[in-house]
């Protein structure tokens, strides 16, 4: 779309999508630069901080009413200094005001809406506003000439305030409670209590509406049934995966997962699609099939892959953000179906099927008007004929066809390093599972990119990529994402190089993040622009948070090196975060299972002898499901980085199998079989 550059204001000349968005807004933005804030001390200004994204519909909404509403815009350019920001891209900034809000309202969510003195401190915090107020909720028109009034009357409570607030937030910064531990029972055992009595028996998942997949969960519960056997927690997986793969969360035509299902039966979703969604929905799903073999596991995750592969990855081999819920101004709009439409676009024998096995509605019950429908599965896979499952897959072809003729949701196309870590990890996860080396060619084509491109002279990583620059210093989650994958491309290729790389990333996230007082990382680089705190995170949300992931990270690759330093530095981050975690280890599913790798039964397997052979008992050790084993390639002509598999070799000229088990290592087999008696209990 061609924009009016004599209406833009200052952030016409930004890379975020989100605030190209608001780019001709009348309200007289400024991004969250050194100018916005000179500019409110000169002007003795409070800053009016609006956080969001590109693909949240009430940031659209918020700005349909209020930011370009000449009235509404009027008001804040006389009352503040007004920044917008891209919670995507400083995710830094968002987490602290985020925390603010939580304090101030208990709650959170975008539109984050934040006033606060010209130094950043914040006094006031809420989501979104709208112009007008609403029974008791305060409208942007009656808000904004109430703080003028105090700021200009009162503005020592809101100094008081701002003061009160702030120091909140540094001690919950710095408050990282440590705790003794000596096996991960006791975690692992709590985190399964509190994961297994949030699940919904009825439809699967944990919680109530809105319910959100939270894949780390499905990751926790497939390795607790490994340690345990316990079938209950594999009941609650495959109830969950089978139930949201037929829900209208999942996109039939198209593939790939919505955001989150404002009801409790997954049919109703908020139709964002987010790549992180993606990413660890494609790893619970491929390591699902490991564990039982179900064949709907391994086409479900290869769906997303298409998905992701066709419609998110860019002509450099790297993964865009998101796209957004809406078209044409409407929520879900490019997703709906009518019967009229559905009849349209198939054979009669196809649209039979599908308004059947997809619960497709005639005329609503009221008006008798068209029903826009979400398509959902009534009849499980299983229950279908190979005819009908024939039918299905053509007649969701045609629908595809017909669909790409509408108006296609706005795309976030900025390349971000931690998300397109947890693409690549995925992607490597499943080429290993699925013994498909295209998946893991497309992983390495994801890690060259952000190696290559988004890595600075000193070995740190930058955080985001559009339209030819690379900017913002990384955070821990895009070191222990990126080096996620690393990790996972090694045990995929056997590539020294990647682990190679990862050390050095490890290494730099150790020196630039670790909190030398108290343990654990930050949540930023030591060199990093100075904020009013600089926060550690542990909660795992959408994301597993960078230090349960950096922990994840630690202990495989301290295992595949022979690292015992490192293997002790993430002891010690357990040591940071056990007393936190061990209060609630449900809200911290993948930091508990991390903690398990560390503090549980652990393994190490390499293979000595002649290359293509021992690659061949690799890729078929790979395709099992071993949560707790750690594999390693003796490297026969070349010097290794591996120290302690120099002395090992074949047996008679056959590949020989080393399996370690508890730090106790057993006599080399040449069996597959009888060193996987040995891995699994």
Known sequence: MTRNRLKENRLKDEKSPYLLQHAENPVNWYAWTDEAFAAAKAQDKPIFLSIGYSTCHWCHVMKRESFEDPEVAALMNDAFISIKLDREERPDIDSIYMSACQMLTGGGGWPLTIIMLPDGRPFFAATYIPKRGRGE???MLSLIPRVKQIWERQRHELIRMAEQITQQIQQYAVNTTGGAHTTSTEITEKAY?????????????????????????ILFLLRYYFETKDATALDMVNKTLKSMRMGGIYDHIGYGFHRYSTDASWHVPHFEKMLYDQALLLIAYAEAFTVTADEFYKRTAYEIIE??????RGSEGAFYTAEDAESEGVEGK???????ELRAALTPEEADIIINIFDVKVNSQSGGEDVENILHMVKPENELTTEEQVLIRGAVRKLYDARQKRTHPHKDDKILTDLNG???????????????????????EAVSFIEYTMATGQVGLLHRY???????????NDYASFIWALIELYEATFDEGYLVSAKKYTDYLIDHFWDYNFGGLFFTDKDSETLIARQKELYDSAIPSGNSIALYNMIRLARILGDHKLEEKANELIDAFYGQAIKHPAA????????????GRKSEVVVAGEERQSRDILRTLGQKFLPNTVFVLKQRDVKSIISYTEDMKDIDGKPAIYVCVDNACHAPETEIADSLKMLIR
């Open 422 to 444: 947890l693409m690549a990890a995925a992607l490597a996860i499943a080429g290993r599972a699925f013994s498909d080396d295209s998946l893991i060619l497309a992983a390495s």
């Open 334 to 340: 490019f997703y709906y179906w009518t019967y009229d």
């Open 466 to 476: 559009r339209d030819g620059q690379c900017a913002i210093a990384g955070t821990i």
């Open 193 to 217: 209590r509190g994961i297994s009595s949030s699940f919904d028996n009825t439809y699967g998942g944990f919680g109530s509406a809105p319910k959100f997949p939270v894949p780390h969960n």
């Open 307 to 312: 998905y992701v592969l066709r419609d998110m």
């Open 588 to 599: 911290y599913p993948f930091f508990a299972l991390s903690a398990g790798l560390a503090l």
């Open 137 to 139: 909720a305060t409208g």
